[in-house]
Nanobody, 115 residues
């Protein structure tokens, strides 16, 4: 059974930091490209960051220089370190696993940036 457990979301003040985690089970994790997406109220889901199974990363322009995606294949986990958070980063953040035509999603974790 495929399962993703996301954690690390919460309420943080502007300029603060959070680290999101996504632990996967039921898949050959090291083979998958992993990504974080986010969806703000009333907006479409958008890609935040990706990391290939080889470790190559890519970021949305809006988070470049502030967010870092990483993975630990030994722990079947992907992370998103978020620094210098802004109110516009407020959204539900989802982890995603992609292999060929298969796309798997976590349940999401809420991140709220507000003073």
């Amino acid at each position: 059974q495929v399962q993703f457990v996301e954690s690390g979301g919460g309420l943080v003040q502007p300029g603060g930091s959070l680290r999101l985690s996504c632990a996967a089970s039921g898949i050959a994790f090291s083979m998958y490209a992993m990504a974080w997406y986010r969806q703000a109220p009333g907006k479409q889901r958008e890609l935040v960051a990706t990391i290939t199974n080889g470790g190559t990363t890519n970021y949305a322009d809006s988070v470049k220089g502030r967010f870092t995606i990483s993975r630990d294949n030994a722990k079947n986990a992907v992370y998103l370190q978020m620094n210098s958070l802004k109110p516009e980063d407020t959204a539900v953040y989802f982890c995603n696993a992609q292999l060929f035509l298969q796309s798997l999603w976590g349940q999401g974790t809420q991140v709220t940036v507000s003073s």
